[in-house]
């Protein structure tokens, strides 16, 4: 079946530090893959995604290139700030699929 | 605004008691989704919908129950055969055929 595994967190960075969270997938056939964000208390947001191979999805400073050879889809950002502390989650689905396959989520918590 | 409002923000269920969490979105869009999600792990899916008076199980429909009387609101009912709700519900949208999906802010529910 089809799935996503992501990097254990917490994950704690000093403000500007670089991020980077590991995402992997295993799916049969070509999906779709994206990142979302949840602020404490929140619901999810959009924060960038990916159609096909060798695209990158970008999105206030957050970057992520999707990979075939390597079935990944990482999560970078160059300086990550304190407003970053937030769970991420990396997702994929398929076109015209009912359902998305989320991986379990990475807290990261950026300290000033 | 478009949007997703998912309400009450806080629930509390008695014991043997059915609650019914609420879901509306202007944003025109076909498809609605429910998902639980438990603490400090990924998100589960409960049940869709890609029409009106038309809707799935996802992989953990046990327990809850939905309608689709309108194409803006999906309400989802958490009933006494579910013996560990709390969680926090989270309500999603997307265009029918277009991977994208968007959240509600989420409903926490708690037992009494």
């Known amino acids: 079946g089809n799935s996503v595994t992501q990097m254990e967190g917490p994950v704690t960075l000093s403000e500007e530090a670089f991020l980077t969270i590991n995402c992997t997938y295993t799916a049969t056939g070509y999906p779709s893959l994206f990142w979302y964000v949840q602020y404490p208390g929140e619901g999810l947001q959009l924060l960038l995604k990916?159609?096909?191979?060798?695209d990158k999805g970008s999105n206030k400073g957050f970057e992520a290139t999707y990979r075939k050879e390597t079935t990944s889809f990482h999560l970078e950002k160059g300086s990550v700030q304190v407003s970053d502390s937030a769970v991420y989650f990396c997702a994929l689905t398929f076109p015209y699929g009912q359902n998305f396959v989320f991986g379990p989520g990475t807290r990261l918590s950026v300290l000033p | 605004d478009g949007g997703i409002t998912q309400s009450p923000k806080y629930l509390f269920r008695k014991e043997g008691q059915n609650v019914t969490l609420s879901c509306e979105q202007n944003?025109?869009?076909?498809?609605m989704y429910w998902y639980r999600q438990d603490p400090g792990q990924g998100l589960r899916l409960i049940y869709y919908?890609?029409?009106?008076?038309?809707?799935q199980k996802g992989d953990i429909a046990e327990g809850y129950s939905v309608s689709r009387e309108k194409k803006e609101s999906f309400p989802l009912t958490v009933t006494s055969a579910q013996k560990n709700p709390t969680a926090f519900y989270l309500c999603?949208?997307?265009?029918?055929?277009?991977?994208?999906?968007?959240f509600g802010p989420g409903t926490r529910l708690l037992v009494l």
């Open positions: 999603a949208s997307s265009v029918k055929g277009r991977e994208t999906q968007y």
């Open positions: 944003l025109n869009h076909d498809a």
């Open positions: 990916a159609t096909k191979a060798d």
């Open positions: 919908s890609q029409i009106v008076n038309d809707f």
